[in-house]
T-cell receptor, first 117, second 116 residues
């Protein structure tokens, strides 16, 4: 079946522009996660949804970052007034209902590489 | 304090040799999961292997095995008979499920180079 898809794959934004990054999770997956991966680093957790509910947004670096998943499927990560330090790969991952379980791995999308100039 | 520590930023290994990638973790939970992911230069994250904190046997998946030492909070990845295609970044990760919170915390990674 289809995996997690993300669009666009590459985005160049001028400093101060707003951007929107899209994630299409695997069909039926309840949990959806966003990560930020700086060059040469491991992914850093940003936020987590269970269906349409955003249960954890503790990793969002500032109030310029906003994520939504209004119908419990597709999710959008929006970054307002982009700064150079926002340049990174933004990874989306999904997994089945993980309530009370530990075993499900997260299935990752290919990422969106954001470059802020 | 870091929850996942990978002390080897880079490793060079001769093809066909076995390689061990180190990972230590920090948690006060009794129930947690440990994962290893591979990230080739193309950028996708590929799941390799999983170990649950209550699993008594070390996990194995083909050429990958996880050397789980719970008392030492260690979860090293062993790749047997390494291949050129194993060259990539490798990330150790831990999942803690507390209340409704559910996240995976990643280490900083080890870049593995397999030499012909």
């Amino acid at each position: 079946g289809a995996g997690v898809s993300q669009s666009p794959r590459y985005k160049v934004a001028k400093r101060g522009q707003d951007v929107a990054l899209r994630c299409d999770p695997i069909s039926g997956h309840v949990s959806l996660f966003w990560y930020q991966q700086a060059l040469g680093q491991g992914p850093e957790f940003l936020t987590y949804f269970q269906n349409e509910a955003q249960l954890d947004k503790s990793g969002l670096p500032s109030d310029r970052f906003f994520a939504e998943r209004p119908e419990g499927s597709v999710s959008t990560l929006k970054i307002q007034r982009t700064q150079q330090e926002d340049s990174a790969v933004y990874l989306c991952a999904s997994s089945p209902d993980t309530t009370g379980t530990l075993t499900y791995e997260q299935y990752f999308g290919p990422g969106t590489r954001l470059t802020v100039t | 304090a870091q929850k996942i520590t990978q002390t080897q930023p880079g490793m060079f290994v001769q093809e066909k040799e076995a390689v061990t990638l180190d990972c230590t973790y920090d948690t006060s939970d009794q129930s947690y999961g440990l994962f290893w992911y591979k990230q080739p230069s193309s950028g996708e994250m590929i799941f390799l292997i999983y170990q649950g904190s209550y699993d008594e046997q070390n996990a194995t998946e083909g050429r990958y095995s996880l050397n789980f030492q719970k008392a030492r909070k260690s979860a090293n990845l062993v790749i047997s008979a390494s291949q050129l295609g194993d060259s990539a970044m490798y990330f150790c990760a831990m999942r803690e499920v507390m209340n409704r919170d559910d996240k995976i915390i990643f280490g900083k990674g080890t870049r593995l180079h397999i030499l012909p």
